[in-house]
């Protein structure tokens, strides 16, 4: 590893707990004004770490797996991510699960059809849709309609989307439509609060 290597993994770690830090702090207040607006509980919404032992052996189990560098360096220092509640849901598997879905035959590892690429699934969402890091360019497929044919995807032409540029992009996405999901709470419930004290 060379020292401009090194610099730029220092800085990804930064990057990533103050990401987590962020995340946790939302999902809380997400949590927090949920029911009062919606009118029924949330469900849990967390963000896990991983622990500085499990870290390494994590990032060696999923490399022998072919997982590309980007999905190892989150694996090195994050589990899973739930959000149950945020549009139709978004859940990052932690390590271990996506070594079962890979081993199970429930995630993909090629795409063919409408795109042909190599691929690692590691998020689902609340409708069916997976997101998948693609190997060659790095980019982030959201994964709608196809036919799951062994470890191939065979996509419809109208089954995918680019979602983000890089994985960094998406976790960047995601913080992003969790702070707009709190604010639209928050300005909802002092639009209530405001509602209340003049009796309207």
Do not use: C
Not at 78 to 85: E, F, I, R, T
């Amino acid at each position: 590893m060379t020292l401009t290597d090194l610099r730029s993994a220092v800085v990804r770690l930064v990057d990533l707990r103050k990401w987590r830090q962020g995340v946790e702090f939302l999902a809380a207040e997400f949590m927090s004004g949920f029911e009062a607006v919606h009118g029924y509980p949330p469900g849990e919404h967390t963000v896990a770490h991983v622990l500085a032992g499990e870290s390494a052996a994590a990032a060696e189990a999923l490399a022998g797996r072919g997982l590309p560098g980007p999905l190892l360096e989150y694996y090195g220092h994050l589990g899973s991510v739930a959000l149950p509640d945020l549009d139709n849901g978004i859940w990052i598997d932690d390590a271990a699960s996506l070594a079962a879905q890979v081993e199970a035959g429930n995630y993909p590892n090629r795409l063919t059809g409408a795109v042909d690429d190599t691929v690692s699934v590691f998020a689902t969402d609340g409708g069916g849709g997976m997101y998948a890091l693609s190997h060659a360019t790095g980019r982030i497929y959201h994964l709608t309609a196809g036919a799951l044919v062994g470890s191939t995807y065979d996509l419809n032409e109208t089954g995918y989307r680019i979602a983000n540029e890089d994985l960094w992009s998406f976790l960047e996405q995601l913080h992003a439509r969790l702070a707009a999901a709190v604010e639209a709470q928050q300005a909802a419930l002092r639009e209530a609060h405001g509602r209340v004290e003049t009796g309207t």
